[in-house]
């Protein structure tokens, strides 16, 4: 059970035998991917202990504070992986969350049942009258028709996949193939489980000859990105590229942990990451089959 943070630094400092359990900075490099929580957390409010101070899996209660001023205390785990699907700073203060997106009166979905109908005894009622059953009907998942039949792994153009949103990811994309002569054009691959309402992936770039799909992460305008649940997606994605027979190359900037054994960790993209890239296609593909493609 999560205990206040006074005590919960108290105990360590006893188990630990030690005044400064964790010194600070001892995981600043965890909490770096999380600019939003750090402007959240305030020392003054956690009885002097900084964020760097704090293991992101402790069981610990904090206070925080977004930039409304709300105030309400959470759980590292349960602050790390707030953001959910809304792509706005308010994701991450769950008061904030409530205010934009107000609690919505439930549905009548209440069927009254006749009572020459089967009614299971939990919900008889002796007085005789009819019985009140609520129904919740479960989402069906539907994978989306427009998926072509190809065999799983095929590299296609598919008009699902959403237009790329970031200027560096377009950067990206002109440096690359103006230095490897592969095929343009693809943006999905074939997988063979669902990816939410699909049966294909949409990598950032691929390489079909190379079979290499890369990727550009960041944490993005308030944070959002590539964090939390989002990185749990992402952990997701590369299973079902490798399970198609490609590899994946995600350039990680903002500070965020590399996912995969060919990821690159960089500040921004520049030459010298366009240099780190093509070494790591050598890695994963070897020189004799990449330095063919070189323009």
């Known amino acids: 059970m999560a205990e206040r943070v006074e005590l919960w630094w108290a105990r360590r400092q006893?188990?630990?035998?030690?005044?400064?359990?964790?010194p600070v900075g001892s995981y600043r490099e965890a909490w770096a991917p999380f600019p939003a929580l750090i402007r959240q957390y305030h020392p003054e409010l956690n009885a002097g202990i900084v964020l760097s101070q704090v293991p992101p899996a402790a069981d610990v209660l904090l206070l925080w504070q977004c930039e409304a001023g709300h105030k309400f205390a959470a759980t590292p785990d349960e602050q790390r992986n707030r953001p959910g699907r809304e792509r706005r700073r308010s994701a991450w203060c769950p008061e904030c969350v409530d205010l934009a997106r107000p609690t919505r009166a439930l549905p009548m979905r209440d069927v009254v049942t006749p009572l020459d109908s089967p009614v299971p005894a939990a919900v008889a009622n002796p007085t005789g009258r009819a019985v009140l059953r609520s129904r919740t009907p479960r989402r069906k998942l539907q994978v989306c028709a427009k998926t072509p039949e190809l065999p799983v792994g095929e590299p296609f153009h598919s008009e699902c996949a959403p237009k790329p949103a970031s200027a560096v990811e377009a950067q990206l994309r002109a440096d690359l193939f103006a230095r490897l002569s592969v095929t343009p054009g693809a943006n999905a691959v074939r997988v063979a489980r669902p990816f939410f309402d699909h049966v294909e992936v949409w990598p950032d770039i691929l390489l079909p000859e190379l079979r290499v799909a890369i990727e550009?992460?960041?944490?993005?305008?308030?944070?959002l990105e590539h964090v939390g649940k989002r990185e749990d997606a992402d952990l997701r994605k590369d299973r079902a590229l490798r399970s198609a027979r490609w590899e994946v190359v995600r350039i990680r900037t903002g500070r965020l942990e590399p996912l995969g054994p060919f990821d690159l960790q960089m500040s921004a993209w520049n030459p010298k990451g366009l240099e780190r890239l093509i070494d790591a296609l050598r890695d994963i593909r070897g020189p004799l089959l990449v330095d063919p493609y070189l323009a």
């Open 14 to 22: 006893f188990s630990k035998g030690s005044e400064v359990p964790y």
């Open 216 to 223: 550009y992460d960041s944490t993005g305008r308030h944070g």
